[in-house]
């Protein structure tokens, strides 16, 4: 699975956009993008997953560029419980049942 | 359903002892998996199941071993237990959808003081 790069940390303030991105310049044609986040001492949680096209949840929204080579989750009204670290992983399509490989994230602090 | 679980939520262990770490789902879910987390660091996969009586190792297997006799169960040994394997332990369980796209779904985690 290719490698990802994020920035170590950042802040947003609570009620603007968060845009976290996520550089994976090596990224094959049947990889997806991945989005998890960790909240303080609990599991991490799926956020949301795309292949090219942009998509969007009750979540997020992730905007993956044409080429693919980076990736943006957006979180449209930042709260103090987004505050939590952002993983962005890529994952082959091909690879069945291989478990997710998980780089240092992204730490958001959201503040008031 | 209760997703995931893991027990116990606390443990600490002398060198040298040996435990298991319990992890059951009731999703119904194929996949299964154990990750370590470091303070600081990202998760690192230990061992992976892809189904009852199959597993493999991911990338820090040592010290740990694993078995999958049901779908629901997956649990985690200790062999004998060093300082180095002070961590906070989590499980997770996956399925892959009709485009073979995977969710995880990770449980509260096990922490775990080796002195």
């Known amino acids: 699975d290719a490698k990802t790069t994020q920035p170590p940390s950042m802040d947003c303030a609570e009620g603007r956009a968060a845009n976290l991105p996520c550089n994976h310049s090596t990224i094959s044609g049947n990889e997806y993008v991945y989005w998890y986040r960790q909240i303080h001492s609990q599991g991490p949680q799926y956020i949301i997953h795309g292949l090219k096209n942009n998509e969007t949840n009750e979540m997020a929204s992730l905007i993956i560029t044409e080429d693919r080579k980076s990736s943006t989750l957006i979180l449209p009204h930042a709260t103090l419980r987004d505050t939590a670290v952002y993983y962005c992983?890529?994952?082959?399509?091909?690879?069945?049942?291989?478990?997710?490989?998980f780089g240092g994230g992204t730490r958001l602090m959201v503040k008031p | 359903n209760a997703g995931v679980t893991q027990t116990p939520k606390f443990q600490v262990l002398k060198t040298g002892q040996s435990m298991t770490l319990q992890c059951a789902q009731d999703m119904n879910h194929e996949y299964m998996s154990w990750y370590r987390q470091d303070p600081g660091m990202g998760l690192r996969l230990i061992h992976y199941?892809?189904?009852?009586?199959?597993?493999d190792q991911g990338e820090v297997p040592n010290g740990y071993n694993v078995s999958r006799s049901t779908t629901e169960d997956f649990p985690l040994r200790l062999l004998s237990a060093a300082p180095s394997q002070t961590s906070v332990y989590f499980c997770?369980?996956?399925?892959?959808?009709?485009?073979?796209?995977?969710?995880?779904?990770f449980g509260p985690g096990t922490r775990l003081l080796v002195l």
């Open positions: 997770a369980s996956s399925y892959q959808d009709r485009r073979r796209q995977e969710t995880q779904y």
């Open positions: 992983i890529v994952r082959s399509l091909y690879n069945a049942g291989n478990m997710l490989t």
């Open positions: 199941s892809v189904g009852a009586g199959i597993t």
